[in-house]
């Protein structure tokens, strides 16, 4: 009986060693996996930022645009 309890016990151990390794490796990926998503988050911000930019640039064009059509009388009423 004391056999069978160790062997019971020695399975629980590598159990848990497996579970605590098992553990370790998830927590690491897990921050690896934050760590891309903030990589990501920055890159889709810096690209908003871009395209505000650029859409402020092209309204500035229009504008431009608008003012020269009427300066040369190309607009149509």
Same mark, same amino acid.
């Given at each position: 009986?004391?056999?069978?309890?160790?062997?019971?016990?020695?399975?629980?151990?590598?159990?848990?060693?497996?579970?605590?390794?098992?553990?370790q490796?998830?927590?690491?990926? %897990? =921050? &690896?996996?934050?760590? !891309?998503?903030?990589?990501?988050?920055?890159?889709?911000?810096?690209?908003? *930022?871009?395209? /505000?930019? %650029? =859409? &402020?640039?092209l309204? !500035?064009?229009?504008?431009?645009?608008?003012?020269?059509?009427?300066?040369? *009388?190309?607009? /149509?009423?």
């Amino acid at each position: 009986m004391e056999e069978m309890d160790n062997i019971i016990i020695e399975h629980l151990k590598a159990l848990r060693n497996e579970l605590k390794d098992f553990r370790q490796e998830t927590r690491e990926e %897990l =921050q &690896t996996i934050k760590m !891309r998503l903030n990589s990501v988050e920055r890159g889709l911000a810096g690209t908003h *930022d871009d395209s /505000v930019i %650029l =859409q &402020t640039r092209l309204d !500035r064009v229009d504008g431009r645009i608008d003012r020269i059509e009427k300066r040369l *009388d190309l607009t /149509v009423a």
